[in-house]
T-cell receptor, first 111, second 115 residues
């Protein structure tokens, strides 16, 4: 079992739909990241959070430390939101920080 | 451009050749990470530097892989005697030092193809 599990692996929706991507982890973490990766490899950091909820535009990220679960929501989805969304957790190893990644969720928004 | 830059963007090589990739992090960032990503998978941790010190190295890294960050600025990742299984996207990221984690800034990656 991977330390970080995302669901679903693939998600196709119509423009305007509310999107939820889930991330569960099995290790102790100091922070959780949501990343966006477009074709061609470029990765952009969307959120880093260690508790509660953060909002940026149409994106909302929440984390429940006790349940070891985080969700990324997209409101009023748009075709330009189509990308792979990756959850990654900060794991402290011998004083250093190491990121462990989920496998990603491929999101396709159709017009 | 003050982001993380990686060079080259693409590298095609024959099996058995050595390759070297370079990463220039954001100048004030003292943490630098190398990751490897294969098609359809999330990135996998390879190694991590804080300034010039290599603090951790993944078991994924065989002795054919070596990384350096000689002056705590740019970093190089060298793969010796490349194998077809080394074909992947090699990603570099940097971050400032933080107590519980920091926002990461990624380069565009180097796509390696070993023929």
């Amino acid at each position: 079992k991977n330390e970080v599990e995302q669901s679903p692996q693939n998600l196709t929706a119509q423009e305007g739909e509310f999107i939820t991507i889930n991330c569960s982890y099995s290790v102790g973490i100091s922070a959780l990241h949501w990343l966006q990766q477009h074709p061609g490899g470029g990765i952009v950091s969307l959120f880093m959070l260690s508790s509660g909820k953060k909002k940026h535009g149409r994106l909302i990220a929440t984390i429940n430390i006790q349940e070891k679960h985080s969700s990324l929501h997209i409101t009023a989805s748009h075709p330009r939101d189509s990308a792979v969304y990756i959850c990654a957790v900060n794991v402290r190893v011998q004083g250093a920080q190491k990121l462990v990644f989920g496998q990603g969720t491929r999101l396709t928004i159709n017009p | 451009d003050t982001g993380v830059s990686q060079d080259p963007r693409h590298k095609i090589t024959k099996r058995g050749q050595n390759v070297t990739f370079r990463c220039d992090p954001i100048s004030e960032h003292n943490r630098l990470y190398w990751y490897r990503q294969t098609l359809g998978q999330g990135p996998e941790f390879l190694t991590y530097f804080q300034n010039e010190a290599q603090l951790e190295k993944s078991r994924l890294l065989s002795d054919r892989f070596s990384a350096e960050r000689p002056k705590g600025s740019f970093s190089t990742l060298e793969i010796q005697r490349t194998e077809q299984g080394d074909s992947a996207m090699y990603l570099c990221a940097s971050s400032p030092q933080g107590r519980n984690g920091e926002k990461l800034f990624f380069g565009s990656g180097t796509q390696l193809s070993v023929l």
